[in-house]
Structure formats: C-alpha cells, structure tokens
C-alpha cells in the first residue's frame, strides 16, 4: 500500500435505506402529527399519576413525622426523571414499539431502516427529545413541516420515524382503494 492510498481499517460500512417511504406508502404518515400530539399528553399524564401520588405519600409521611419526611421531596425529581426513562424505554422497547399513547392512537416508532425499537433506544429519544425541547422549543414545532416523513428533529437526530401501525395503515389502505 502506497503512501497515498486512505489506510483501510477492517470496517464496512453498510448504509441501509429508508425502510419507509411516504410516496409510495402515504398511509404510514397519514394524520401522525396530530395523533401524536395526543399521545404525548396521554403519556404525560402516565408519567404525572405515579408522582402524584409520590408527592401525596411523601406529604403525609412528612406530617406524620412533623416535618422529617419532607426531605424525601428532595428525591422526587430524580424519581421523576428515572420513572421517564424507565417508562420510554420498556414501553417502545416493546414489541408494540410504542408507548401507551401511542398505542392508543394507533402509533408506532421504528429505526429509520425499518427495525422494531429497543430500550436503549426507547431512553435516549426520550433524552433527545426533552434536551431538544428545553433549548429550542419554537424551531422543533416546525421540523416535521418540512419533512416527507414528518420527523421531529429528535427522532432525526437518534434515527427513529413514528408511523401508523399495521392495523391502521391496512385500514386506510383499504379506504383508499376503489
């Protein structure tokens, strides 16, 4: 090998392609936008019925102890950021790879070649997402506008697209067709 030659380090890389692509299925993104809007606030009040009652426990232990279990509060937010990660990731770790939300609207998150979501996966987007949302909330409303696939800039970023299921997609499919 000749000085000028790139050094090869036993890596292949293999792109694969977008498994989904809204041409020539348009049924996959059909309505998403909007139903996932929805499943977000179902998921949010999952996330807020534990803390809840969290926050309720911890007051009247706190009364109880005249004031000593109200330190427990201080444990609250990171319960609150475990239980968010522990809930994304199980829930689109699934097979269903959706969370309960999303499964109400019919929902669901794949890799962006195709693959089914994985805990991990599930746990980092939603990392992403919040990350993304705290620093620049007004440019991550328009993203899925200007996209075929309709992606936030989360799912861009961490490699995921949300569709419609397979029973929805069949459905409007079949709507579709004379």
Do not use: H
């Given at each position: 090998m000749s000085t000028s030659e790139p050094k090869r380090i036993g890596v292949s890389i293999e792109l694969k392609p977008h498994a989904y692509d809204p041409v020539t299925n348009p049924e996959l993104f059909e309505g998403v936008l909007a139903r996932r809007v929805i499943a977000f606030l179902i998921d949010l009040i999952v996330l807020a019925i534990p803390v809840v009652f969290l926050a309720m426990f911890i007051f009247v232990v706190g009364v109880v102890t005249f004031g000593l279990g109200f330190?427990?509060?201080?444990?609250?937010?990171?319960?609150?950021?475990?239980?968010?990660?522990?809930?994304?990731?199980?829930?689109?770790?699934?097979?269903?790879?959706?969370?309960?939300?999303?499964?109400?609207?019919?929902?669901e998150m794949r890799t962006w070649y195709g693959s089914p979501a994985y805990f991990v996966l599930g746990a980092v987007h939603a990392v992403a997402f919040w990350i993304i949302v705290s620093v620049l909330t007004p440019l991550v409303l328009l993203v899925p506008f200007f996209n075929l696939r309709r992606r936030c800039l989360h799912d861009i970023l961490v490699g995921t697209v949300v569709i419609n299921n397979q029973v929805r997609a069949n459905a409007l499919r079949a709507t579709r067709r004379p």
């Open positions: 330190v427990f509060y201080a444990l609250l937010s990171p319960a609150m950021v475990l239980w968010a990660l522990f809930y994304y990731g199980i829930t689109l770790g699934s097979p269903q790879s959706a969370t309960l939300g999303m499964r109400v609207m019919d929902l």
